[in-house]
Structures are given as structure tokens and as C-alpha cells.
């Protein structure tokens, strides 16, 4: 099956400064990866994605990239906020999967 | 529209114990899918149910069993159990049968600790 590695564990960053969250996967056939942030309490929530025949994607602060021959993908937060302190999980799928395979999180800090 | 509902929000039962998990999805979902969020790690698929018949099941033990509901709502059953199902259990919804076809929305979650 699909096994997704996620680093950092933990990232402290300054208010203002960038967050980037790196992730690898197994299964050479996944082609959806979806980026969720949970918060305190909360169930996660999916704040990006991208497919297998885009290489980058952004939407406002948040991009996500790809590389599929390396089989790893990361997120990038900049500018960041207090508001962007939660754990991120990033997860693999194929298209035709039922599950989504989530990498272990990275609980993301803000520094006031 | 309210999300993805789930009852109750803590829960603490002792070993051997039986327990049940409920959910309803977004509206107009007919998929619902479960997981379990262990403590500092990342969620775990445990079943898939779409148009109330099992798609998919994870690597958990026969202890664990669900069913959909004519109204798409899910029950998650677990039976015997042990220290080790404490744990935050998800539930999410969906439009599509596959994961990469539709976004899955996220319940809160039920938090069970087992005593």
C-alpha cells in the first residue's frame, strides 16, 4: 500500500516568514495529493490539492509543488500568520482509491 | 448548510466494552468514509460506504464494523475494546465514491478514550 513520510514533525516559524512542508510517497501510481490543516478541536480541512499532470499550484499564500519522478511533494505557506498555526497533513490517492493515505503531520507554529 | 455532524463529541468506555460512532454527512453525500486519528499521528482509513454498501475497508481488526443508513447517515462499531483504540475517530462526506473525484469534508470528530 501507500506509505506517506511528512517532515518536518514540528516547524517554528517568525510571523511574516515562510513555511514550507515537505512530503514523500511510495506508490508510483498516486495521483492526487490533497494538503488539510487541522486545527485544535477541529476535523482537518482541505486547503489545497494538486493532480499528477500539474507540477504547481497556488492560491493566494499557499502553493503546493510536485515532483513526480522523485515522488515528493510540498507545500509552501507565505507571509505567514498567527492564523496559520495548526498541524498540516499531506495525503496521497490514485483515482480510482476509497482511502486517502495521510502522512504523519507537522504541527506548524507562528511566532508573534 | 451544516458539515459533516458527529455524535458524541467525547466518549470514555472501559475495556471490552462495546462502543458506537455517529455521523451525518453534508447533505446530498452519499459517501462516507472513516478513520482513526491516533495522538500525534496522521488519520487512518478504516471503511468507505457508498450508496450504503462497503467499498473499502482498512487494516483494522473484525472487531471494528459499520453500516450506512438509508439517509446516507453512518454508524462505526467497535466491539472488545482495547487500551489501544483511543483515539480521535473521523468522519468524512463526500459527493464521489473516489477520494481524488470530490473534496472530503471532515467532521470534528468523536474523541474516545478508553479506560
Known amino acids: 500500500g501507500e506509505n506517506v513520510e511528512q517532515h518536518p514533525s514540528t516547524l517554528s516559524v517568525q510571523e511574516g516568514d515562510s513555511a514550507v512542508i515537505k512530503c514523500t510517497y511510495s506508490?508510483?501510481?498516486?495521483?492526487?495529493f490533497p494538503w488539510y490543516k487541522q486545527e485544535l478541536g477541529k476535523g482537518p480541512q482541505l486547503i489545497i490539492d494538486?493532480?499528477?499532470?500539474?507540477g504547481e499550484k497556488k492560491d493566494q499564500r499557499i502553493a503546493v509543488t510536485l515532483n513526480k519522478t522523485a515522488k515528493h511533494f510540498s507545500l509552501h505557506i507565505t507571509e505567514t500568520q498567527p492564523e496559520d498555526s495548526a498541524v498540516y497533513f499531506c495525503?496521497?490517492?490514485?483515482?480510482?482509491?476509497?482511502?486517502?493515505?495521510f502522512g504523519a503531520g507537522t504541527t506548524v507554529t507562528v511566532r508573534a | 448548510d451544516a458539515g459533516v455532524t458527529q455524535s458524541p463529541t467525547h466518549l470514555i468506555k472501559t475495556r471490552g466494552q462495546h462502543v458506537t460512532l455517529r455521523c451525518s454527512p453534508i447533505?446530498?453525500?452519499?459517501?462516507v468514509s472513516w478513520y482513526q486519528q491516533v495522538l500525534g499521528q496522521g488519520p487512518q482509513f478504516i471503511f468507505q460506504?457508498?450508496?450504503?454498501?462497503?467499498?473499502g475497508r482498512g487494516n483494522f481488526p473484525d472487531r471494528f464494523s459499520a453500516r450506512q443508513f438509508p439517509n446516507y447517515s453512518s454508524e462505526l462499531n467497535v466491539n472488545a475494546l482495547l487500551l489501544g483504540d483511543s483515539a480521535l475517530y473521523l468522519c468524512?462526506?463526500?459527493?464521489?465514491?473516489?477520494?481524488?473525484?470530490?473534496?472530503?469534508?471532515f467532521g470534528q470528530g468523536t474523541r474516545l478514550t478508553v479506560v
Open positions: 468524512a462526506s463526500s459527493l464521489a465514491v473516489w477520494v481524488a473525484g470530490a473534496e472530503a469534508f
Open positions: 506508490d508510483s501510481a498516486s495521483n492526487y
Open positions: 494538486i493532480r499528477s499532470n500539474v
Open positions: 495525503a496521497a490517492a490514485r483515482s480510482n482509491d476509497y482511502k486517502l493515505s
Open positions: 447533505s446530498g453525500h452519499k459517501s
Open positions: 460506504y457508498y450508496e450504503k454498501e462497503e467499498r
